[in-house]
């Protein structure tokens, strides 16, 4: 599995809320409410085993949420939902009921719930393997799933990953240091799959934009590991940028290493997605200056102000995909006839859709392909040195 959870994210400017919904150009959607502190509703009422609480009406689209409510992934399930639940109550419409279920108890017996309760549309779950049982029943279904995993290996077939895709981050990144002059690149990967991912990425990247990549080396996270694949870095061919493909934990112990090693002494360090839940990063001098790609936050901060006023805490970073999956299926939803199958045709509308994520656009493959800002680690922040594209091209 190549995905990640997320640290807790606080925003960390606020703006007002108004018009976020309606800048999407969304229709709206319905909610059914569980008793519950008036503060802090949940997104919809969760159902009982062994008995039906959903209305028997034929005037709105079910649309199932499945995400982990409890366990050790609760609280970015919660976030998601409660993200889904502002995006219900920001498009105040009527055509949509989301209901969600607990992927934490059996993921495959959340879809089967769900599936039997009449939904015709899934969003989630979290995880790749939960997405690989809830599939197959899907599937048989004819209920296409958009997931928040990032794992390509189970897109496809009525899978859709709303999930950020390292490889788009360092394609971008990977991009804009070619335009800044940079011909000759290093990579720092972890073990495992996402690390090859991120091998196999910068690999393709430089090939497309002309560039080569003169050293690649692996480590497990071990800090004897990572001395020594930075050494090997550092005992090759000069490079202009090293790509560190891991969190914020590994390049800053990575960094002062790469500084005192052969070629890295003022190679220009390049991060991937992860960077953009650490916000904690530009406390250190360590990165600063660093690039890294990764969907836009203006709008993200707008939403995570909305979601601290109203559930009094900080959302997870990935609170956005459950915000902006509801919002798409209240835009499809608008053309989308109650007890019908989902339209999915309309998912791979060449124009894309536009959410607090930025613009984003499903490919055949069931992948999503995003429109990312390049971000410079600055002292104390963020900032955008390449903005997203505002639409995709074709």
């Known amino acids: 599995m190549a995905e990640a959870v997320y640290p807790l994210q606080p925003a960390r400017w606020f703006f007002k809320f108004a018009g976020l919904a309606a800048a999407v150009l969304l229709a709206g959607c319905q909610v059914v409410p569980k008793s519950g502190p008036s503060k802090a509703p949940p997104p919809v009422e969760r159902p009982h085993p062994g008995t039906s609480t959903l209305p028997e009406d034929q005037a709105r689209n079910r649309v199932a949420l499945l995400v982990p409510l409890t366990g050790p992934n609760a609280g970015v399930g919660q976030s998601i939902a409660n993200a889904a639940n502002l995006a219900i109550l920001d498009t105040g419409g009527k055509d949509v009921r989301v209901t969600t279920y607990d992927t934490a108890t059996g993921a495959q017996a959340a879809a089967a719930r769900a599936l039997a309760d009449g939904n015709r549309l899934i ?15 899907a599937r048989a279904a004819h209920v296409p799933v958009l997931s928040f995993s990032n794992d ?25 240091a070619v335009s800044k002059g940079m011909k ?36 497990d996270r071990s800090p004897k590991s990572l001395s020594a694949a930075i050494a090997k870095i550092g005992a090759g061919q000069d490079y202009d940028a090293l790509l560190i493909a891991d969190g914020g934990r590994i390049a800053l112990q990575a960094v002062p290493q790469v500084r005192k090693n052969g070629g890295g002494a003022d190679a220009q360090i390049l991060g991937t997605e992860l960077w953009n ?32 006023s109203r559930f009094g805490r900080a959302p997870y970073r990935l609170a956005s995909l459950g915000y902006d999956s509801v919002l798409l299926a209240v835009r499809i939803g608008a053309d989308w006839k ?12 060449k124009g894309g859709f536009a959410g607090v994520d930025g613009a984003f656009r ?19 922040s963020f900032t955008v040195i390449s903005p997203a594209p505002r639409s995709l091209g074709d």
């Open 123 to 137: 969003l989630g779950p979290l995880l790749s393997e939960d997405v690989r049982a809830v599939a197959p029943a």
């Open 152 to 176: 390509i290996d189970v897109a496809g077939d009525g899978v859709y990953l709303l999930g950020y895709l390292p490889e788009q981050s360092i394609d971008r990144v990977v991009r804009y």
């Open 184 to 219: 000759r690149f290093a990579g720092l990967m972890p073990s495992g799959l996402y690390g090859r991912r991120a091998s196999n990425a910068l690999l393709k990247a430089t090939e497309k934009a002309g560039a080569i990549v003169v050293s690649l080396d692996t480590y």
């Open 277 to 308: 839940t650490e916000r904690s990063l530009a406390a250190s001098p360590t990165l600063r200056g660093a690039w890294f790609a990764s969907v836009p936050d203006g709008m993200y901060n707008q939403l995570a102000a909305k979601y601290r």
């Open 338 to 349: 109650p007890g019908t199958a989902f339209p999915v045709k309309r998912l791979l509308d």
């Open 362 to 380: 499903f490919r055949p493959d069931g992948t999503a392909e995003r429109a990312l800002a390049v971000q410079q680690v600055g002292a104390g």
